[in-house]
């Protein structure tokens, strides 16, 4: 039987995302304040106490990526050796250039006739996490819309910033399984992950950590519990064409692989770096409301 209510037009739908949107908006800011008033507060001599156990499980569930990772990164984003995005395993909703598209027909697709906004950022890059908590609220409303595909970048070339855990590469995998497994919340685990993003320099969020943040966004415990399965592999470096064997968690390939292709694409990488149907965003990206006013102004 239809329905007597009418179908609400493309600008009605954008209205009310974009109500929505800036509810969520205040929720994150406020969790984020609230999550690094914590954080400070509740160092003390448990924390202390614990820190060198913490920091021994940590770099021994990071040790299946420290080989990968030496070979990986070069001089802090100007050069990269890594391998081929073809060389590498890649989740299903993985684009040819490394990015995980988010449209109003899910993850993995891009909708027909959107405005592209791509996003190339790192989990331990600060800017980002300012980017992510101003903005994001904002871009879901955009993909609700169905105005707007949302195309994701993780990057790991930060790794050398987490006391030698490679927290970039243990989020960036943890996210691209997210994306693959769970996708309906994968948007709402980046979002996360940037609500309690750890300071840079320090290591990081625990494996333990992170999964907890996806179990809180709603990501099924039988994904979470696969973020620190490793597999072995090989590859071949694109600088120099040599062959890599090794042990690395499922994504740390990938990873590595769309940091170098982000190298590639940008001529040097800086996070974040957002791109509006190609064309640089250059405004505020760590305030709510200049990227929202660009992208609107690109859907027309």
């Known amino acids: 039987m239809p329905s007597n209510d009418p179908r609400q037009s493309k600008a009605e739908r954008r209205d009310a995302a974009r109500d929505k949107a800036a509810q969520l908006r205040k929720q994150q800011q406020a969790a984020a304040k609230r999550n ?18 913490i920091t021994m499980i940590l770099r021994q569930g990071a040790a299946n990526e420290v080989t990968y990772a030496d070979i990986a990164y070069g001089n802090g984003g100007d050069s990269v050796v890594a391998p081929a995005l073809t060389d590498v395993p890649a989740p299903a909703a993985g684009d040819d ?22 996003v190339y950022m790192d989990f331990m890059c600060p800017y980002c996490g300012q980017f992510d908590v101003a903005n994001s609220a904002d871009l879901d409303a955009f993909v609700e819309s169905g105005d707007v595909t949302v195309v994701y970048h993780v990057l790991s070339f930060l790794d050398g910033n987490s006391q030698g855990t490679f927290y970039s590469t243990r989020a960036a995998n943890a996210s691209t399984i997210v994306a693959d497994q ?36 709603g990501v099924p415990q039988s994904v979470v519990d696969t973020f620190t399965d490793t597999v ?44 509006i149907d190609g064309e640089k965003f250059t405004g505020d990206f760590t305030s709510a409301g200049p990227l929202s006013d660009a992208i609107t102004a690109a859907i027309g």
């Open 97 to 118: 250039s490394g990015g995980i598209p988010v449209s109003s027909d899910g993850v993995g697709s891009v909708g027909d006739g959107d405005v592209v906004v791509q």
């Open 182 to 217: 769970a996708p309906e919340q994968y948007t709402a685990f980046i979002a996360a992950l940037y609500a309690n993003q750890p300071a840079e320099n320090t290591e990081g969020l625990t494996d333990v950590e992170i999964g907890q943040l996806a179990l809180d966004a």
């Open 36 to 53: 690094r008033i914590l954080a400070i507060s509740g160092l003390g001599v448990a924390v202390i106490a614990l820190g060198v156990v």
């Open 232 to 275: 072995d592999g090989t590859f071949t470096t694109q600088d120099d064409d040599t062959e890599q064997q090794g042990t690395w968690r499922t994504y740390a390939p990938w990873a590595a692989a769309v940091t170098g292709q982000a190298l590639t694409d940008l001529g040097k990488i800086s996070t974040p770096t957002i791109l």
